[in-house]
């Protein structure tokens, strides 16, 4: 079947304006997980979503992120009033249901800032 | 916290060398432990994984074997091919609340030359 998708797969956008990054989860998969892979920071956490619970949002950087899942399938990264430290490659990845169960990413959004 | 060591890189080998890849990690709990790969161009992989003490994961030619007397999950491969260049990730997660979201390495870049 289908992978996780990403969209768009490449962004450039001037300092300060907003951007939405778009993550089709696998079908059925009801955790959701953003990372961002920066050169400077490695690979890291940003937020999680389960189904119809509160998101863990521990991961966010700074007020200006945020993230939606609408009906339990499709996110929404959303960066507003973008800085040149937020360029970054953001990777969204989906879970089945149950525990230890395996990530699978997608592609990811590469993401510039100028 | 969580978090995971892994070798530096870059490093390069030759076709049909010794591979191994350091990874010792620090968590809460019990993790499960992971080799992520990403390919030129392409997203992460799932490699292996292991989900208790002295379990093996085992992949493609590559092992790991969960060690948490040494708090370790170094990834080995007999015989590399030119194939295999791509950045290793070693990764854990611990249930938080349902939320394994995974804690990464830096990466290694390897590099298998003909």
Known sequence: GAGVSQSPSNKVTEKGKDVE???DPISGHTALYWYRQSLGQGLEFL???Q???APDKSGLPSDRFSAERTGGSVSTLTIQRTQQEDSAVYLCASRGYGGQETQYFGPGTRLLVL | GNSVTQMEGPVTLSEEAFLTINCTYT????PSLFWYVQYPGEGLQLLLKATKADDKGSNKGFEATYRKETTSFHLEKGSVQVSDSAV???ALSTSNFGNEKLTFGTGTRLTIIP
């Open chain 1, 51 to 53: 189904g119809n619970s």
């Open chain 1, 21 to 23: 990054l778009r993550c």
């Open chain 2, 88 to 90: 290793y990730f070693c």
């Open chain 1, 47 to 49: 937020i999680y979503f």
């Open chain 2, 27 to 30: 968590a809460t709990g019990y």
